[in-house]
């Protein structure tokens, strides 16, 4: 199979407002991104991942990792897309900021894993100031109940897609989130997506009180 080269011309016009005819190819050194026009989108359309994310919409399929990353205890920075985070082994509050939009693609993905209990008060909080999730993301939560179904009712909490830039995973006694709670955040193109599953802790017996939020 031969090497072949594309050859190609700088445009001086912002890829933002570059438009195309139908079928061009042209590349984004901003972003080192391949888009291609549909002969009328300026700034084109993403090529990357197209396979991907036509064959599996969510992203996950196709998400792999070598290694879960351990958030540090305190843990306050921001999140690397395409990783896999465990919470820190402490338990105790966090604040972990998404890629923003400008800076994620269509596909990318991050996922939390609970190995251990959050704290009883202790919040983890997961967002970007200004980035609003995705309409109709959502954190469902164990509700807390006595009797034989302690653990198995659930309730949901959903992000409106315009205020809720944050997803605030709280720490409660017999309430969790506990062991084998996770949340999936993926980008949509527009936006990140968060589903969020929370386990019981203790005895079950208290409402989780995980929620989407603005601050």
Known sequence: MALRKIRGKVINQAIGAHTGKDGDLFFDDSTNSFKISDGSTAGGV?????????????????????????????????????????????????????????????????????????????????????????????????????????GLIKSVDV??????????????TNGGPGIGSYIKFSFNGTAWWAEARTESSGTGIAA???????S
């Open 46 to 150: 993403p090529l990357e991942r197209t396979s991907v994310v036509n064959a599996t919409p969510t992203g996950f399929s196709g998400f792999s990792n070598t290694a879960k990353l351990q958030m540090a205890n305190g843990f306050s920075a921001a999140m690397v897309k395409n990783s896999c985070y465990l919470t820190p082994a402490d338990g105790n509050a966090i604040a972990a900021t998404l890629p923003t939009a400008a800076n994620s693609e269509l596909g990318d993905v991050i996922y939390v894993e609970y190995q251990v209990v959050a704290s009883n008060g202790q919040t983890m909080k997961f967002g970007t100031a200004g980035e609003f999730y995705a309409a109709k993301s959502a954190v469902y939560r164990t509700t807390g109940a006595t009797g034989s179904a302690v």
């Open 159 to 172: 992000a409106d897609g315009t205020a809720d830039d944050f997803l605030n995973m709280v720490g409660l």
């Open 208 to 214: 989780n009180l995980s929620t989407f939020a603005t």
